[in-house]
């Protein structure tokens, strides 16, 4: 976009000299909405000032010349005229002026000029931002993020761009200093926006303005050796572009030659990345070649090669291996015969488009610089991104697709006023919000203050009782919306409330932030379980007349890892208190009480059995073909136990022994003495307990046992007996357990089976 055509900044604006360029491919109403426009500004703007001293009527023309040129619609080129108006802030509701606004220009001119005030207050806000909270690539990346969510309509941000291109101009044609942060803010805020949005002229003139004003030295010296060689560079390109446009028609190939010129900025910028004198620069010169397919990419290629010379390590193919970011094109560089260098570009007009529009792909690789593309971004910002670059295009596409059937997507902006609707899932994904530093956050959309607070820090979040919202206090379940300044008010101490975990009353939003909550209440719980566990525990040592007892020490000797987890297990009822009364009464508390023999821990351990144990009162309930009063005993070997199937077997001098049908001791004992089988049966059991074998296998890892014993205890079931052996890291353990019916060791096998790396089975 050239300088030269900017009006003279001494010449009186909105007069017909400007309403001719300003107006530039409008129809009769879009000339008669910017003209009454101008009528409605030029008297209250005469006289004021922007901040950077420029005159406010000079700079409003300026911009409406600079949207002319990008070819905008009327309603965006009347909005940056009326935005500049100094009124009431667009938040504070309908004032005096708003109301003749709307009824003036109507409510699509409103929205947008609101939404460039908003974005006004914005870069006020960031311009005091603190060095410490505004720098850094991220906080960068997330102001222009804020900033393009802000503009529902992005013609917003385009207005903004075209409003700091003006100021940049105004600094170079009038010799006054432009403010270092100023610049610097240009490169690293509005640039990258304009080249995401595909804006290049925007982008290019932007960078080589800032660039003088940031590097003066740096910037006349290239431009310097530039202009040392323009005409004959020039001269060059028209040369070379009519060679190759008369090659490619001779060989019947449709395609479109122009040359393509580089930027002071983006020269710099290349030495700088590349590690390159000026004089190895070898895209000084550039064409770019647009044909029809990918075959007559290659055809075009060949040709080009045929002509000049290709130079070595300068052929890169994008089209069979494209760049991550999607970008696809053949660029190489050749010599003539004079050995001077240029590049040449060549892809599709799909590729093209592609490059130019599709889905923000070009900025992606620009802006990662070396990386290559690593850049990325969510897809509703380039969705969002990808429209606007279409909308810009459309006015100067409209002529080819006017009236071609199929071809709705310019019809329908048209009809809409150049705007599109948002692509679905796009809307709040996510809001931008500030600290009163300036500090740009990123949170879900439907964030409320107390979301802003845990993000800032987990024990502001605790605290937080009240918020700020652009100095306004709120309720702390209000929700946050990009643009806004919150403030949060904290207690010098406290928690959180229960309340904030009620989905219900929306207070959060962030999974990150409910989790932060649960943690709170669940560390607060773990401690009242260990105060209540330890005096439990400490209770039952005082019955046992044991308060001297070393706490940790026992604890290890019942595998637990410490003392709390032994008060939590046994505040949660997982733990029996009758454990610890047979570790210190069968003698195995002296473990605890003398140090250098905690480690001498048994591999089987036998606690203490139930009063109705089978094994205690000999009384079986079985029935012996009809006859409870025959002696019978239970088989070792298979542990019967109700309702398992049972038989008897006569044996000399002891009885009857019960096995189960299944038991393969029995099966040997039939095999060998069939005429001592008798019929058996269960009778009435009543609450007898019947000692049964659980057979487990597992991995080794520490609180095996631990975990095991906890499972037994949590069903309430007396263990007899442990007997424990281990193998190459495979531990196989035999616990006999007292039971009642099948109905409890059912439900044994399945809580033991559900254990990590825990196979059980009824032995």
């Not at 000049?308 to 560089?333: A, M």
């Not at 071609?404 to 796009?426: F, I, S």
């Not at 019947?690 to 014993?709: F, G, K, N």
Request: net charge neutral; proline share 5%; aromatic share 6%.
């Amino acid at each position: 976009m050239p300088t030269t055509d900017q009006p003279d900044i001494h010449a009186p604006p909105f007069d017909e000299g400007w309403l001719a360029r300003a107006g530039e491919g409008l129809d009769e109403a879009g000339r008669h909405l910017l003209t009454l426009a101008a009528q409605w500004v030029r008297g209250p703007l005469l006289g004021l000032e922007a901040t950077t001293g420029e005159p406010l009527d000079g700079h409003s023309a300026a911009v409406a010349c600079i949207l002319a040129e990008l070819g905008t619609d009327a309603e965006t080129r009347a909005s940056a005229l009326l935005a500049v108006l100094p009124g009431e802030h667009p938040a504070s509701g309908a004032g005096a002026r708003q109301d003749p606004l709307r009824k003036a220009f109507g409510t699509e001119v409103v929205s947008l000029v609101q939404g460039t005030r908003a974005l006004l207050r914005l870069g006020h806000l960031a311009g005091q931002a603190s060095d410490s909270a505004a720098t850094g690539t991220d906080q960068k990346e997330m102001q222009r993020k804020m900033l393009l969510a802000m503009a529902a309509d992005l013609r917003i941000v385009v207005m903004r761009l075209a409003s700091r291109l003006q100021s940049l101009r105004w600094y170079a044609s009038s010799k006054n200093p432009c403010p270092a942060g100023f610049a610097r803010e240009t490169m690293e805020l509005y640039t990258p926006l304009a080249n995401r949005l595909g804006i290049w002229q925007i982008k290019w003139e932007m960078e080589d303005l800032a660039f003088r004003f940031l590097e003066p030295d740096t910037y006349k010296a290239i431009a310097r050796r530039l202009e040392e060689k323009r005409v004959e560079r020039e001269a060059f390109i028209v040369a070379v572009v009519g060679q190759l446009q008369d090659a490619l028609r001779d060989a019947r190939i449709p395609a479109e030659v122009t040359g393509r010129p580089k930027h002071i900025f983006s020269i710099w910028n290349k030495m700088r990345i590349k590690q390159l004198e000026f004089s190895q620069l070898f895209d000084l010169r550039a064409l770019r070649v647009i044909v029809d397919d990918e075959r007559a990419c290659y055809a075009a290629l060949a040709l080009a090669h045929s002509l000049w010379t290709p130079v070595s390590d300068e052929f890169d193919d994008y089209i069979s291996r494209p760049k991550p970011n999607g970008y696809r094109s053949l660029h190489t560089v050749v010599a003539d015969g004079q050995g001077r260098t240029f590049e040449i570009q060549i892809r599709t007009r799909d590729m093209h488009q592609f490059a130019e529009y599709g889905m923000a792909a070009h900025w992606r690789y620009k802006e990662a610089g070396p990386r290559g593309g690593e850049v990325a971004a969510a897809g509703g910002y380039d969705q969002k991104i990808a429209w606007m670059r279409q909308l810009l295009a459309w006015d100067k596409d409209t002529g080819a697709t006017a009236g071609k059937d199929g071809d709705g997507a310019p019809q329908d902006r048209a009809a809409g006023g150049g705007r599109a609707p948002a692509p679905a899932g796009e809307s709040g994904e996510r809001i931008y919000v500030m600290t009163p530093q300036a500090r740009v956050i990123e949170l879900p959309a439907g964030a409320t203050p107390v979301d802003f607070a845990y993000y800032l820090h987990t024990d502001l979040g605790h605290r937080c009782r009240g918020a700020r919202v652009d100095g306004q206090m709120v309720p702390l379940l209000t929700r946050l919306a990009t643009g806004q300044t919150v403030e949060i008010i904290a207690a010098k101490s406290g928690g959180p409330s229960r309340d904030w975990l009620n989905p219900q009353l929306g207070f959060l939003a962030s999974p990150r932030s409910r989790a932060k909550v649960r943690a709170w209440f669940n560390a607060i719980e773990l401690q009242q379980r260990i105060s209540q566990g330890q005096a439990m525990v400490e209770k039952e040592l005082q019955r046992l007349g044991k308060t001297a007892i070393n706490l940790e020490q026992m604890a290890q000797q019942l595998d637990f890892a410490r003392a709390d987890d032994l008060y939590v297990a046994v505040a949660k009822e997982e733990f029996s208190l009758r454990q610890i009364d047979y570790l210190l009464g069968a003698g195995k508390g002296r473990a605890a009480e003398t140090p250098d023999k905690a480690d001498a821990a048994p591999e089987a351990r036998v606690y203490a059995s139930g009063v109705g144990s089978v094994a205690k009162t000999g009384k079986s309930g079985v029935l012996v073909v009809g006859v409870d009063s025959l002696m019978t005993q239970l088989a070792r070997c298979c542990r019967p136990a109700p309702p398992d199937d049972i038989m008897g077997f006569v044996t000399r001098g002891r009885g009857v022994s019960i096995h189960r049908r299944d038991c393969p001791s029995y099966a040997a004992l039939a095999g060998r003495h069939p005429e001592r089988l008798i019929d058996v049966d269960w009778g009435d059991t009543g609450d007898a307990l019947y000692p049964i074998d659980i057979s487990i296998h597992a991995q080794e890892r520490p609180s095996l046992l631990r975990d095991l014993s906890e499972v037994f205890a949590k069903l309430r079931l007396n263990v007899i007996s442990v007997n424990t052996h281990s193998r190459r890291s495979l531990a196989h353990m035999v616990f006999t357990i007292e039971v009642k019916s099948g109905e409890q060791i059912g439900r044994a096998l399945a809580a033991l089976n559900e254990l990590a790396g825990v196979s059980a089975s009824r032995h």
